[in-house]
């Protein structure tokens, strides 16, 4: 009985983990630690605000691999995700999908003209289907979602770059503070779990690579604790591959 207890604690944990995992890759984007000037190399910020500039302006797709990793009750678990994302001016649509060997989960998402619609995929025959996309309120959208991903980076990043540095040919690196720049994404984790507090992140890191002006790919990589089974310590990872 006790292990019959384990198990489904541990599957019941899976399923969240991969929900989160949806979660996490549909959002992006306390007092913190302020850098110093040393810290921030006004190059790269310039890079950053350049890339930001130019998908704003030119619109993206972009397509998207991460990995989200735990261990429950001393189990490593790893939930892979994958799914793409396009944003055009104030229009944005997402799809997530979400597997390991205990779970699977989908979800699609869009933003036109003001209106919120959300679809929950099923798979069958190892491939997601979906219904249509079903018009929500936007109250709701944003409770459970948070506000939709429409700049390059997923985060808040507006006076939240605590270290920014040039770290390859192209590649630039940048540390932001972990609570303020993952508003929305906590808003969509909180909900997925049905907990009454938020996720506390410790660590959120973007790299940048770009081409000119032009970005071309990020990665970014989070730390932070769930409010479950007395506290999870979960590591993220996603990258996004840009066609801007």
Known sequence: MKNNRLFYSFYAFTFTLAVLAVCFSVFFPAVGHSASAEEID??????????????????????????????????KYVQRIYGDREVKGESYSERAESVSAFVKTALKRSYSDGKYYVSHGKFARGKAEYPPLAEVKESEYLSRYGAPPLGLLRYEIDGNILSA???????YTFT??????????????????????????????????????KPVKTVCRERLKVDKFGGVECSAMYEEKIAA
């Open 42 to 75: 006004p190059e790269a910020v310039k890079i950053l605000e350049n890339a930001c500039a130019y998908a704003r302006e030119h619109g993206f797709t972009s397509s998207m691999y991460g990995e989200v990793e735990a261990r429950v009750f001393g189990i």
């Open 176 to 213: 932001l503070d972990p609570q303020k720049s993952t508003v929305n994404a906590g808003v969509g984790v909180k909900s997925a779990l049905g907990s009454d507090k938020a996720p506390k992140y410790s660590s959120v890191k973007v790299v940048l690579t770009v081409d000119g002006i």
């Open 165 to 171: 540095r040039k770290t390859g040919e192209n590649e």
